[in-house]
C-alpha cells in the first residue's frame, strides 16, 4: 500500500497521480513533490526546486525534532527515511526528494527499493557535479560524520570518473554554526551567507573551518562539495578558508534539474495553468521556529507548518 491513493489527504493530487500516470507522456500531473530533510537544510533544495519549477507543489517534511542525523547510525537514518516517504507517499506525492546527505546516503536505495514512485538522492547529483567541474581531478567532500563513514561520495565520484582523487572530511560542527547563526540573526538569508556576514564570518567559526578545511586545501583540491544541505549558508565562511582557486559545489541545483527532467521522462509535470500550493510539516513541537527559520532559508513565507509526531520507531 505504499502508494495508496486512498490513503490521501489530497483527493485533487490523488486524482491528477493517476492521470499522469494512466495516459502517458503527454499528460500533466499535479500531484504534489515530497521533500524532507533532518531539518531547514532541505529548504535549500526546496528553494532551487521551486525557483526551477514553478507550476509544481510540494510537500516538505523537516524532521526537526530529531536533528541532527549525522551522529546517528545508518539503521537507525534508514528507519527514518522509510516511515517519512511512506507519510509522504500516503499524502499521494508523485516524487520523493531526500533532500539530505546524510538520509541519502542510509537510506536512498532502501527507498528506491520500497516505494513505487521515483527516488531522487542528494549525493548522485553532487557528485556529477564534481566530477564536471574538477580540472585537476582532486576533489574534496565535507560532510556529516554519517555521510563521510558511508563513503557514498568517492564512491559517486570515482564512478563517474575513475581518474579522480577524492578527500573527505567530517565537518559536524559546520551544522551547528548554521542552526546557532540563523537563530541569533535576523533579516535576508543573503546578508548572513555573504562575506560581509557579522554572523558566521567571526574568529570563533573561523578557527573551526580553518581547523577543518586546512588539511583539505593542503591538498590541492580544486573542487570542494558542500555534502550536506546546511552547507551552502556556509559558503562565504567554507570559502575563505578554501580561496579563490576552489570552487565549492552544492547538490541543490543539480537535484532539482534532475526532479524536472524525471518528471517530463514520465509525463508528469504540472499543467502549466496549475495553482502549485507549498505545504510544510515539521516533527518539532516548535512550529513558530520552523516558519521564522525556515521562511529565510527558503527565501519565501512559509505560512503554518503543521506538527505531526511521527510514532517512536
Ligand atoms: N542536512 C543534513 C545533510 O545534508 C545534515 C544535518 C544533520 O546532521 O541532520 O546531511
Not at 47 to 53: A, D, Q, T
Not at 94 to 122: D, M, W, Y
Request: charged fraction near 20%; aromatic fraction near 8%; proline fraction near 5%.
Amino acid at each position: 500500500m505504499q502508494n495508496s491513493i486512498e490513503h490521501t489527504n489530497h483527493a485533487q493530487h490523488a486524482d491528477a497521480f493517476q492521470i499522469g500516470t494512466d495516459i502517458g507522456s503527454s499528460a500533466f500531473d499535479n500531484a504534489p513533490i515530497g521533500i524532507f530533510d533532518s531539518g531547514f537544510g532541505g529548504l535549500t533544495v526546496a528553494r532551487e526546486i521551486v525557483e526551477e519549477l514553478p507550476n509544481e507543489s510540494i510537500i516538505y517534511f523537516g524532521d526537526t525534532a530529531r536533528c541532527p542525523y549525522g551522529p546517528r547510525s545508518q539503521e537507525e537514518v534508514d528507519g527514518f527515511v522509510q516511515q517519512i516517504c511512506t507519510w509522504l507517499v500516503e499524502r499521494g506525492v508523485k516524487l520523493l526528494v531526500i533532500a539530505c546527505n546524510t538520509a541519502t546516503a542510509a537510506g536512498l536505495e532502501h527507498a528506491q527499493r520500497t516505494f513505487s514512485v521515483p527516488v531522487i538522492g542528494a549525493v548522485e547529483p553532487g557528485a556529477r557535479a564534481a566530477a564536471r567541474a574538477t580540472k585537476n581531478r582532486r576533489v574534496g567532500v565535507i560532510a556529516t560524520k554519517g555521510t563521510v563513514e558511508s563513503d557514498c561520495y568517492p564512491r559517486a565520484i570515482r564512478h563517474i570518473d575513475a581518474g579522480i582523487t577524492v578527500f573527505s572530511t567530517a565537518t559536524p560542527k559546520f551544522v551547528d554554526i548554521v542552526e546557532q547563526g540563523i537563530r541569533i540573526s535576523n533579516g535576508p538569508i543573503e546578508d548572513l551567507t555573504s562575506r560581509a556576514s557579522k554572523v558566521y564570518i567571526r574568529p570563533a567559526f573561523q578557527e573551526i573551518a580553518q581547523d577543518y578545511l586546512e588539511p583539505l586545501r593542503r591538498c590541492g583540491v580544486d573542487t570542494l562539495v558542500l555534502g550536506c544541505t546546511h552547507y551552502p549558508m556556509l559558503k562565504a565562511l567554507i570559502g575563505g578558508v578554501m580561496g579563490h582557486g576552489v570552487l565549492l559545489v552544492s547538490s541543490a541545483e543539480e537535484m532539482a534539474k534532475d526532479v524536472r527532467e524525471t518528471l517530463a521522462l514520465r509525463g508528469q509535470l504540472a499543467a502549466p495553468d496549475n495553482t502549485p500550493t507549498h505545504e510544510f510539516f515539521t516533527s518539532s513541537n516548535a512550529v513558530d521556529d520552523f516558519r521564522s527559520f525556515g521562511s529565510r532559508v527558503f527565501n519565501r513565507e512559509i505560512e503554518r507548518p503543521v506538527h505531526v509526531d511521527l510514532p517512536e520507531l
